[in-house]
């Protein structure tokens, strides 16, 4: 044990106080020893440090922080090293609010587009969150903040989230729910980790010794501390018997009586204890000695909003371009129309929620773009059905412009921690307008604000889709650079887009009708089963368009690496994600085949 000496001058009050929490959001203190406390704060786009009386889920009101792009979007860039940025960016932002734990990121594979958390996690494929979730937590830690991966594991589902039973064969799980994890610890090193509510084939997580022990500890090589999702520690002694070493938040001193009953009763040995003591004293002088000289120092305010502006202009897909209509030539006559260009959709519902620093809107900025705007229509209504005055404001409107900006998406209560999504469509009153201002003009251009998949059955109604995910409280200005091809998009798709949620693998089995979920479709999740069961999706995952082409040529792989000479082919200035793996005689990292609407 590292601290030992320490240790052995505390009592067996003290070493079970400091395994569970002192209140929402702070750990224990042993002020004679000089053990400081730590606080753990959400989250993973943006720090949400509650002043006042704290809350899971972002009810009440938390410190100004810049608020990023959400991991969904970001993993759209496919570039750890951006998360890496953003990470340090967040790190900055988390010591300067004397926080220790930043709660994040969060990298849960997508299961199914429905779960209501996909938005704040970055894949359908584990490898690609690994890798992202990797820069985040090096980027987090590179201040010695420690960042806190979540929610380990096999958390893929808000139904029921505290009871649900996820249950899998152990390849399953190893290959995709556990390879994300175990990229994201074995490259990143994070300080701390965060088990999930769920029980992982009959065991909470928080006191699953073959995720805890086994694998976390002696296979990953995993030195940190685990901290129990908000009120996921159930059984305390069995948690820290298991490897779990903090419980968050407070019982107010149960757990910690009960743990000592548990020494008292020879059920669990003090120096069991000892040793989770330790392994979380490690991590709590460390982060208290890194935060305590960066505290209370301030960030650039400015400077992070022009970073979440860069990590968005990144991250956006072009989703459709029919006939080039994109990029729009300087000065065209554009009717912007839409709701949310007018308050923007820009982060999700939950815990993650951060209160910005500063929000564009796109009507707030479209005046530093050389666009000529004549007007601007909500369109629709935020929440409730269509409503047919404002469909006719904004189809008059429409008529009257060379092109129309229609901003569309999915609505804030559609994207939220505890709730699953029940429908894949957008709301019916965006649909009813985008029919009514495509009849009334047909260069619709869509810009998309949704943090997970949609379906579209009305996307030959427009001529382009720009889909700026969640977007982050600068976002609003890196789409419009897009449109108008200040930036070429490079995004492509970390998740498929099916034609319809029924083409799922795992829609038979999701929700689950009870407490128990079988992952029935085992490892087939996204794209490894649309191609195998070659079933069509409206785009495939690692989808993106460019105004520019790309040519590959000089392949060579060997059993360690793949090189070859990547070409910009076209007029203007690009960038490229290179895709390994995909079908055999297919060009440019897309699948032409699965394109709905070609280029
Ligand atoms: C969420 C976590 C979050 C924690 C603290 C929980 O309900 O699942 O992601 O970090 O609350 O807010």
Redesign the pocket.
Known sequence: MKHQDLIKQMTLEEKAHLLSGRDFWQTQSVKRLGIESMTLS??PHGI?KQEGAGD??GLNGSLPATCYPTAATMANSWDPALGEELGKMLGEEAASQDVCVL??P?LNVKRSPFCGRNF?YFSEDPYLAGKMAAGYIRGIQANGVSACP??FAANNTELR?MASNSVMDERTLREIYLTNFEIAVTEGHPKSI?SS?NMVNGVYANENEHLLQEILRNTWGFDGFVVS???ACNDFTDGVRAGSHLE?PSTGGDSPRQLMQAVYEGRISEDEVDVRVDELLDVMLSTRKAVNPLKGKPFDVDAHHAFAQKASEQSIVLLKNENNILPLKKGSKVAVIGEFAQKARYQGA???VVNCTKLDHTMGVIGNFDLNVIGFEAGYPRHGAPDAAMMQKAAELAKKADYVLLYLGLDEISES??LDRSTLAIPDCQIETLKAVSDANPNVIIVMSAGSSVEMPWIDRCKAMVHGYLCGQAGASAVLKVILGEVNPSGKLSESYPYKYEDCSSAPYFPAKERTVEYREGLYVGYRYYDTAKVPVLFPFGFGLSYTSFAYSDLKVSDKEAAFTLTNTGKVDGAEVAQLGLPKGLPQGGREQDRHHPA
Do not use: T
Request: charged share 30%.
């Open positions: 959400d989250g949400r899971q889920l709660l994040g969060g704040e979540k929610h989230r965060m509510y999702d908000w009120g968050m939950g815990s993650s921690e505890g």
